[in-house]
């Protein structure tokens, strides 16, 4: 995806969420000054044309792991790259923002496994510190704002998102959504619209796919109906 097709979704995002593009940049940069160039080919040769399982960090991922089993490529989003291990799912991608089990991401890129490390305006700290820990062969910088230097934009916002987001970028035949639970109500309210907008996301990229994502069934009238879900008119 292109940023110039991300950029109306983000102003929307932010307003909405009432974020701040600076902070998001400043993250962005100080990323930018840690982090290396990756090279996207090897897992760009593994992801083309392959079932790949997006798996999310709902307490239902301990039952779908078939699902992850069965798909060719496994991105873990955040903590479900701890299930997905602990249970013998290999992860062949974590994408996260560092803010769960950052000990994870590190041992990961260690073992030659990429990361997805996100930078944003809520996460500075943890970018400074976690990030200097990775191998930097390993990590895959990303940001929500511009792209700069050698921290790239693939989409998305919330880890499982972006991970659906990357998949697609990579050239995915198909997705798969083990572990997903965007109606959770054990969350808090602003988890709750960070959901809601992590399912206008999806909807979206499905749209874009003309494949159907099962953590959406049952929402796609309201989905379309919303004024905030992509794309947009203007």
Known sequence: MRFEQWNPVYERLLADLGYDRAGDERARDRLAVLASPFDLVPLRERVAGATVAVAGGAERLVDDLDVARDADVVFAASVAADTCREHGVTVDCMVTDLDKNPDTARRLTHEGVPVAAHAHGDNLALVESVVPDC????????????????????????????????????????????????????????????????????????????????????????????????????
């Open 135 to 234: 191998d930097p062969d390993a990590l895959l910088p990303t940001t929500q704002a511009a792209p700069v230097g050698p921290v790239r934009n693939f989409g998305g916002f919330t880890d499982g998102d972006r991970a659906a987001f990357l998949a697609d970028h990579l050239g995915a035949d198909s997705l798969r959504f083990p572990g997903w639970d965007l109606r959770d109500p054990t969350v808090d309210a602003e988890k709750h619209a960070k959901l809601d907008w992590a399912a206008r996301l999806l909807r979206w990229l499905e749209r874009r796919r003309d494949e159907a994502f099962a953590p959406l069934d049952g929402r796609r009238p309201s989905l379309d109906a919303d004024p905030l879900t992509p794309p947009y008119a203007d």
